[in-house]
Nanobody, 122 residues
Framework: QVQLVESGGGLVQAGGSLRLSCAASGRTFSNYCMGWFRQAPGKEREFVARISWSSGSTYYADSVKGRFTISRDNAKNTVYLQMNSLKPEDTALYYC???????????????WGQGTQVTVSS
């Protein structure tokens, strides 16, 4: 059974940093794409970043490019999202997701974590 467990969210002041983690288990993810999405109250879930587990290639939403970095640790089966220069508009519930091939469309992802809250105060 596939399980994705996010951690690392919290409350931070604008300009601060947080690192989110997504621990994956239940299958081999070597041919999978791992994505981070977020959803703010009253808004649609939106793509943040993704990484190919096999190649390590990455892709970011324009709104986070240059501030966020997605990475993976194959030995720990964990994907990270390093978030720097945080802004109040980054406040959202952040989700980790997985699917076989990389896309940026949230409803194409098969597996989801429970989410971790990130709140950025001004």
């Amino acid at each position: 059974q596939v399980q994705l467990v996010e951690s690392g969210g919290g409350l931070v002041q604008a300009g601060g940093s947080l690192r989110l983690s997504c621990a994956a288990s239940g299958r081999t993810f070597s041919n999978y794409c791992m994505g981070w999405f977020r959803q703010a109250p009253g808004k649609e879930r939106e793509f943040v970043a993704r990484i190919s587990w096999s190649s390590g290639s990455t892709y970011y939403a324009d709104s986070v490019k240059g501030r966020f970095t997605i990475s993976r640790d194959n030995a720990k089966n964990t994907v990270y999202l390093q978030m720097n220069s945080l802004k109040p508009e980054d406040t959202a519930l952040y989700y980790c997701a997985a699917r076989r091939y990389c896309t940026s469309t949230y409803d194409e992802y098969n597996y989801w974590g429970q989410g971790t809250q990130v709140t950025v105060s001004s």
